[in-house]
């Protein structure tokens, strides 16, 4: 109560009245004497007000007084207005007591502005103007500082020295730091001091060295935050730091054994696996190093150690093939280092490990092994066939040492073949210009009698086609040239160019020349591979000739030189007098052949030509000796048939003898109903004299024997007194081929031109001798 008291004292003597008097009319309000008015200025006198938060006694509170410089109490009431006002801070109108009806907390709102204000108590009007004022909430130490993080996650270097820094922590405190250090905080670590400290700032240190992470790798600590140090009533909280200890490479790597031993086969593939040395590291991955080392710089040309990355392992592989025959076993001394450790914290002063390896190489029943691979031979294109090329060998690895038959894998390039010694020969001509390269593979089996598995090997040959120099240059291209009829001398006509199927080396040179002399062209060589064609003496006439032939013969400078004449075929136009050609007729492009091909042209025609009479000749004999082997019976005449003509005196059978019958009788025969058709041989005329048949043959003969333009077919004519009852039985050819007829028939070579014909059939000599 006293307090109470002693604070309105304080209040009281801080403020202090005064009045100001005018005869202005104000708003604040107007005080009545007697019959005239006077305006009065009134006004507050007050400091700040200041209240204490988290106050335990009962409500309200005592904030603090107005007053004012008004004499006049029984017109005028207080009021405020402002924040909190007429709910958490209320006053009391007459004598202006100001009160608390809530309990404040600094922390949430630290001060309020309000506005004081006189009210006339009657008409409610307001007697000056507002007046602010603030109300301060005074702190009391009721909050504990707070740190940032419930839980710190920190990390330092294994083996740091001792006062590295780990981390700094931080707590906050809520409390008025102007007031006698409610806000200042103090740490302290309250579990895992014996390695860390923290001073006044929150900062943390390793409090010893060397902390070694293989032994320890996570501390957790406690860290105490206490505000107004040096007072025990003072608050605190607390917070855990996980320190975790960053490894190093501090540990050398150490063998799990002093002794390894692997047994491999000998085919065991370059660059495959011997074995695994396996080695303890108890540093993390990352900080693992290990290098292996040979005791011999020997043993390096043939195995190599890898490090596995993961595992540390140090993994054997094989850099050349084993041999059994030569090394069944392999000894050597193998270090485990480790270079980039830190030798001054290592705990272990031990540079490196060792380790003795024994290496087996187990026997295996090889292939044979050829002595290179792949092979590489070049031959000319002209080389003679069963020319030795090359040779390949390959032999047994084995100690047995046996026997190697060579064979060719290759059944698509047919041009070689193999022998038995592993001679590669030219069995089939050679063409560098149609297969400069032959890739061949051999393979090379071994003869084993006491195995039946085939153990072979493959290699490849590359055979290489050296060019000789057997093509003649020819035209680049099918050129065809135009020329104005009125062309002067010398005007170039076309530029043309050469190659040549033969391999061009950089001193290859074509030379161009006419072929011709008596031309109206030259033919210019321009000395670079190509030549220009001029026109001669110009004048050229279109009602002569509208086209040209020139020949050109274009060789080369190779050994043996070789040509080639190509034709030019140059169209004569009409120009107009600025030379632009107006009318042109138009000129096949003439392909230039050279000597060879014409050559070869001519030689394939002949051969054509001579297949063709030779069938010819095969046929129409063998078609003879159809005919002639028939009986002489059922051949008769009966090849050409004619309406006024019979098969003979005997024949009976083929032909009606009525028709021969009617010309005795002089019966005239009706003609055939048939549409007339096409004779296949003159048509006979038959002589007026009909009724003797004699007769008729008689001029049938004359009319023959005086036929110049008419060929010796004796089928085409049938003589009524020959057959089979004849002297002399047939005269017709189609009986010469009778194997069982042994009359001398050159007689007929006697009888003149009409049996000259059956003569040359009839000679059995000449039959034989005949060329099928």
């Not at 006049?72 to 709910?87: H, L, S, Y």
């Not at 007697?127 to 130490?141: A, E, M, Q, W, Y």
């Not at 008769?636 to 032909?655: F, I």
């Not at 043959?697 to 077919?713: H, Q, R, T």
């Amino acid at each position: 109560m006293t307090f109470r008291w002693l604070w309105l004292l304080v209040v009281t003597i801080a403020f202090f009245p005064f009045a100001q008097c005018t005869n202005e009319k104000v708003k604040t309000g107007d005080i009545y004497h007697g019959n005239y008015k006077r305006r009065v200025k009134r006004d507050f006198v007050w400091n700040s007000m200041t209240i204490e938060e988290e106050q335990k006694t009962a409500l309200p509170h005592f904030v603090g007084q107005l007053q004012a410089n008004e004499t006049n109490k029984d017109v005028a009431k207080f009021a405020i207005d402002g924040e909190g006002a007429n709910t958490t801070f209320k006053v009391n109108e007459e004598n202006g007591e100001i009160y608390c009806f809530e309990m404040l907390d600094r922390e949430k709102k630290a001060q309020y502005r309000l506005s004081a204000i006189l009210v006339n108590k009657y008409t409610g009007k307001t007697l000056g103007p507002k007046s602010i004022f603030t109300i301060r909430v005074r702190d009391i130490n009721d909050n504990a500082p707070i740190f940032t993080k419930n839980i710190y996650n920190a990390s330092v270097p294994e083996m740091s020295p001792t006062g590295t820094l780990v981390t700094t922590v931080t707590a906050l405190d809520a409390d008025d730091p102007t007031l006698a250090g409610h806000a200042k905080v103090a740490y302290q670590i309250t579990k895992g001091q014996d390695h860390f400290t923290i001073n006044n700032m929150g900062s943390i240190y390793t409090a010893v060295p060397y902390l070694d992470r293989e032994e320890k790798a996570t501390y957790e600590i406690t860290v105490e935050a206490r505000d107004v140090p040096g007072q025990k009533n003072g608050h605190t909280s607390t917070a855990t730091i996980m320190i975790h200890l960053i490894d190093i490479n501090d540990n050398f790597p150490t063998f799990i054994k002093d002794k390894f031993t692997f047994n491999v086969y000998e085919n065991l593939r370059v660059m495959g696996e011997v074995g695994r040395l396996q080695v303890v590291d108890i540093d993390e991955p990352q900080n693992r190093n290990t290098k292996y080392v040979f005791g011999s710089e020997k043993l390096q040309e043939i195995f190599e150690i890898r490090t596995n990355a993961q595992s540390n392992e140090g993994i054997f592989v094989l850099k050349k093939a084993l041999d059994f025959e030569s090394v069944k076993q392999y000894k050597m001394n193998i270090q485990a280092i480790d270079p980039s450790i830190v030798l001054a914290v290592a705990k272990h002063h031990r540079p490196k490990s060792n380790a003795e390896v024994i290496i087996n190489v187990l026997d295996v029943d090889e292939p044979p092994v050829f002595k290179m691979s792949p092979y590489k031979f070049e031959i000319k294109e002209d080389t003679k066939l069963n020319k030795i090329v090359g040779s390949v060998f390959a032999e047994d690895p084995d100690e047995a040492k046996n026997s190697v038959r060579y064979s060719l894998r290759n059944p698509k390039d047919n041009f070689f073949i193999i022998s038995n010694k592993g001679d590669i020969i030219v069995d089939k001509p050679l063409d560098r210009e149609t297969n400069n390269w032959h890739n061949l593979t051999v393979a090379a089996e071994e003869i084993d009698p006491k195995s039946t598995m085939k153990k072979e090997s493959l290699v490849p040959i590359f055979i290489k086609v050296l060019d000789v120099n057997d093509n003649a240059p020819e035209f680049a291209e099918r050129y065809a040239a135009r020329v104005c009829e009125n062309a002067p001398p010398g005007k170039v006509i076309i530029r043309i160019s050469a190659v040549d199927k033969d391999e061009m080396t950089p001193g290859a040179k074509f030379t161009y020349y006419s072929a011709e002399k008596e031309n109206n062209f030259t033919v210019q060589d321009n000395k670079n591979n190509t030549a220009s064609v001029l026109v001669k003496y110009g004048e050229f006439n279109l009602d002569l000739a509208k086209v040209h032939y020139l020949p050109i013969v274009i060789s080369d400078n190779g050994k043996p030189e070789m040509s080639s004449t190509n034709t030019l075929t140059i169209g004569v136009c009409k120009c107009n007098e600025k030379g632009e050609y107006t009318y042109c007729e138009e000129v096949a492009k003439q392909a230039a052949v050279s000597g060879p091909m014409l050559a070869i042209i001519f030689v394939c025609l002949i051969v054509l030509l001579l297949v063709a009479i030779i069938f010819i000749l095969r046929k129409t004999q063998k078609t003879k000796t159809n005919i002639l082997g028939k009986n002489v019976a059922e051949i008769h005449e009966q090849l050409v048939t004619y309406d006024e003509e019979g098969g003979g005196e005997m024949d009976t059978n083929s032909y009606d003898v009525s028709v021969l019958n009617s010309v005795r009788r002089n019966v005239v025969r009706q003609k055939s109903e048939k549409e007339p058709r096409p004779m296949a041989y003159p048509q006979l005329q038959i002589p007026a004299n009909n009724g003797d048949m004699s007769y008729v043959i008689e001029v049938k003969k004359d009319e023959a024997d005086n036929d110049g333009e008419g060929l010796p077919y004796d089928t085409l004519h049938i003589f009524g007194y020959e057959g089979s009852e004849s002297i002399v039985e047939s005269l017709s050819s189609l009986e010469s081929g009778s194997s069982d007829s042994d009359i001398d028939y050159d007689v007929l070579n006697d009888w003149g031109p009409r049996f000259k014909m059956l003569a040359d059939l009839y000679g059995l000599e000449q039959l034989e001798d005949f060329p099928y």
